[in-house]
């Protein structure tokens, strides 16, 4: 073979073994923030395999940690409803329920009654006749939560979210409120709609959502996890 062509085969060969040694790109692993923390234990709570006392421990979560919970819409199972869905650390998994509390500010509406909203998940403000909950959300992508009450909403809000729905679940938060609702897309398959009634004691609201289309998968969970970042009082 001719020393050029040798010379040429040799730098090929050295550019492959680089790129070959070169580390892949780094996929994009934005998630959402914190929505609870460990609380009411000593030391640490553990990240069970599944929803029961028996199984696997994952990892142990130290008192005072932040991790993301999810309402996974409840459970038959009476031991199961006894947990929620986290993330720690990048690890997933099931940890018991009264292990754990939002991690919440008060906003004073002036809509008659006041709100412990999630910083990390949550900015507050008001319109003239709902409190608007701006989603922290995937790459800061704009998400939305109103809360309407029914007094200074024209229609019927049960008969206002079931037109507006594709289908309809009803579960309750661990902090009592009973959420009656569900998704459906835009007319131009932009954004995800979700339309929720949401009952806490004698109070009601209408609770409107919306966010980006690719988020469809999650909205539920994602709403759900909304639901663990507030709690209402007079």
């Given amino acids: ?13 050295m550019l492959m073994a680089v790129f070959c040694c ?15 923390r460990v609380v009411n234990c000593r030391q640490d709570v553990s990240l069970r ?23 996974d819409g ?16 990048g690890q997933e998994g099931y940890i018991l329920a009264e292990y754990l509390a939002p991690i919440a500010e008060r906003y004073d509406t002036s809509l008659g009654f006041s709100v412990d909203y999630n910083p990390y998940r949550l900015r507050p403000a008001e319109t003239e006749t709902a409190l608007r909950l701006d989603w922290i959300g995937l790459g800061g992508v704009p998400a939305y939560l109103e809360l309407t009450t029914p007094g200074s909403f024209s229609e019927d809000p049960l008969a206002y979210m079931e037109a507006h ?17 569900g998704t459906r897309a835009s007319e131009d398959f932009s954004r995800s709609l979700g339309f929720y009634i949401i009952t806490l004691g004698n109070r009601t609201f209408l609770a409107q959502t919306s966010c980006p289309i690719e988020w469809d998968e999650i909205a539920d969970a994602d709403f759900q996890a909304v639901l663990h970042s507030l709690s209402f009082s007079e």
């Fill in 1 to 13: 073979m001719p020393t050029v062509k040798k010379g040429l085969c040799a730098a090929l060969l």
């Fill in 22 to 36: 070169l580390p892949a790109p780094a996929e994009d692993t934005e998630t959402l923030p914190p929505n609870m």
């Fill in 49 to 71: 395999e599944k929803p029961s006392t028996k199984a696997k421990r994952l990892k142990r979560v130290p008192l005072g940690a932040e991790v993301l919970a999810w309402l």
């Fill in 74 to 89: 409840g459970s038959d199972d009476a031991e199961a409803s006894r947990f929620l869905y986290c993330e720690y650390q």
């Fill in 165 to 181: 729905t594709d289908y309809t679940d009803t579960y309750t938060a661990p902090s009592g409120v009973t959420v009656t609702g």
